[in-house]
Structure formats: C-alpha cells, structure tokens
C-alpha cells in the first residue's frame, strides 16, 4: 500500500495560496500571488523537489491545482524533465464534481466519496508514493479523516499577513513528528512531519513543588 504524501510550499504564516503566479488564485480577494517565484532560482530546494518526484507512483490534485498543472507541465515535452516525464506519464487522480472529460492523459476523476476512494488509491498503488501537491481545500479534508501520512512543508522566508491558510480554524488538534528537516541557501526551511496521534496538553508545576 502507497503513503498519501502532502507537499506544500507556506509563506512564514501559513499562507499556501498561489506561490506560483499572481493570477494564480485571487479568490478572497487575495493580492499576493506569485510569492514563490522570487525563490524559484534556489538550486537546493529544486534538488529535493526532483527528490519527491523521483519518489511518486501517482498524483491526487483537487480541481484548481489540477487545472494550474495541467495548464503547464503537457507543454514541457523533454524526456529529460525530472518533474514532466512523471507528471505526464503516471497516473493521475482530481476530486471534482464538474470536471467530466479531463484532457490530461492518464487523467481519473473522483466525484464521489472522496475518503473512501481515496483509502482505495493507496491500496492500489503498489510502487512510489500517492502525493498531493498543493490542493489546500483536498488537504485539509484527508487530514481531517487520517488519510494523510507524512507532509513536506517548505516553508518560505515570506510573511504576507492574508490568505488561505494549510491548517484552517477547527481542525482536529494534531501531534507530528518531524522526520527529516533542511535549510536551503535562499531560507526555505524544508520539514518533513508524520502525524504523531492526538495533540497533548498539560501545566508546567508551580517552582518548589
């Protein structure tokens, strides 16, 4: 059975939003895409990309970052692509209720039951890893039912003060466990975190007691 793999990129408060272009994703008004891009040159931190795209077996997207993928990776054409030759050639999931006939090749939709099938798909997927990239809404629902099993956060030297957020108001209180963890030489803090079971809590004792 594959591990459910979350890869995201985060600005210093949280912020996942459209790291990749300033039309990215405006909704909510938000003013700010593209805060990745300044970073795109760091040669260490596309080393550990290569890294997580040498690892997958097959990609589940929800509808809006599908759309930012499939807009872009069918256009790069060289066999040599590390990311491309995967992207365009493995297996791909996309929750949707609207998308009916996705024109990416290899390209499945899941429009019902999401928790479920996805419990399926790492059943099924018997080499690599099941990774997410982006997908924040997607995300933040398989967090919700334990399907995810490890992340990556990359976290950048960025604070933008809005946006839609990875961990969201009311979610279950959560302990993780980091497992690996690098800096590159531009500050992105690279994390990788595996859930550790319910979040703990307690008082610090009184001095002298």
């Known amino acids: 059975m594959a591990k ?6 985060v600005s210093l408060d949280g ?3 459209a790291p990749g272009g300033t039309a990215e994703d405006t909704s909510g008004g938000f003013g700010y895409g593209g805060w990745q891009v300044p970073f795109f040159a760091d040669e260490e931190m596309g080393t550990f990309i290569t890294e997580v795209f040498d690892r997958s077996g097959a990609y589940l997207f929800g509808r809006r970052t599908y759309e930012i993928f499939a807009g872009y990776w069918p256009r790069v054409t060289d ?3 590390p990311i491309a030759a995967r992207l365009n050639t493995l297996p791909k999931y996309v929750v949707s209720t609207t998308l009916t006939e996705p024109e990416w090749e290899n390209t499945t939709v899941i429009s019902h039951d999401v928790p479920a099938e996805v419990a399926r798909l790492k059943e099924r997927t018997a080499e690599g890893e099941l990774q997410i990239h982006g997908s924040g809404t997607l995300a933040q629902s398989l967090m919700a039912h334990d399907l995810v099993d490890e992340m990556n956060l990359l976290v950048h030297p960025v604070y933008l003060g809005g946006g839609r957020r990875l961990f969201a108001e009311g979610g279950q209180p959560t302990a993780f466990e980091l497992t690996a963890a690098r800096t590159t030489g531009s500050g992105i803090a690279i994390h990788t975190y595996r859930p550790a079971g319910p979040a703990r809590f307690g008082d610090f004792d009184p001095p002298g007691v």
Request: a negative charge; glycine letters at 0%.
């Open 79 to 81: 066999p040599e692509d």
């Open 15 to 17: 912020v996942m939003q």
């Open 4 to 9: 459910l793999i979350l890869n995201v990129f």
